[in-house]
């Protein structure tokens, strides 16, 4: 298989792990009553911007889609920061206020714009749940390095 279409089905792998994460946060929020802290909220908007770059890099020129995923990688590095920072600090706090990601999230006008979505409806300390036994933030710090080593991989001439 030839690296542009080893690279966009790659790009692509990206782009449906990163929109079904926001799925699950979704489904978890509407159909298990799991309200979303800032740093969820931040991590969902991390998702949707990995996803939207991997799908555009895929159908893009060769140069293009290494950047998209030099992007990826950044941003998926920045969730990994995201995740550990609500897992470690966030989690233990009584109140998200005036964190970076209240302070992000609301300055982007997205909790306002779509709330459905991006609205923040519990503390960090409220939205700390498991799945088998593994706290979300822990999924999500795990899907990060996943996406992470995956968008590393489009950087490279050969994917």
């Known amino acids: 298989m030839n690296a542009p279409n080893a690279r966009r089905r790659l790009l692509l792998l990206i782009a449906l792990l990163s929109f079904g994460a926001i799925g699950l946060a979704l489904l978890s929020q509407y159909a ?5 802290c ?3 909220v931040m991590q969902r908007l991390i998702y949707l911007c990995i996803g939207l770059i991997a799908l555009v890099a895929a159908y893009a020129p060769p140069l293009a889609a290494r950047l998209g995923g030099l992007l990826c990688t950044v941003l998926a590095a920045c969730g990994v920061a995201a995740a550990w920072y609500q897992y470690s600090v966030a989690a233990k706090m009584l109140s ?11 300055a982007t006008g997205l909790d306002g714009a779509l709330p459905s979505v991006f609205g923040i409806y519990a503390t960090c300390m409220d939205a700390m749940v498991s799945l088998l036994g593994i706290e ?4 999500s710090l795990a899907l990060f390095v996943v996406l992470f080593f995956m968008a590393a991989a ?4 050969r994917a």
């Open 32 to 36: 298990f009553d799991m309200a979303p």
């Open 38 to 40: 800032a740093w969820c």
């Open 96 to 106: 998200c206020d005036q964190t970076f990601a209240d302070r992000f999230m609301s």
């Open 136 to 139: 979300y933030a822990i999924w």
């Open 154 to 157: 489009t950087v490279r001439r």
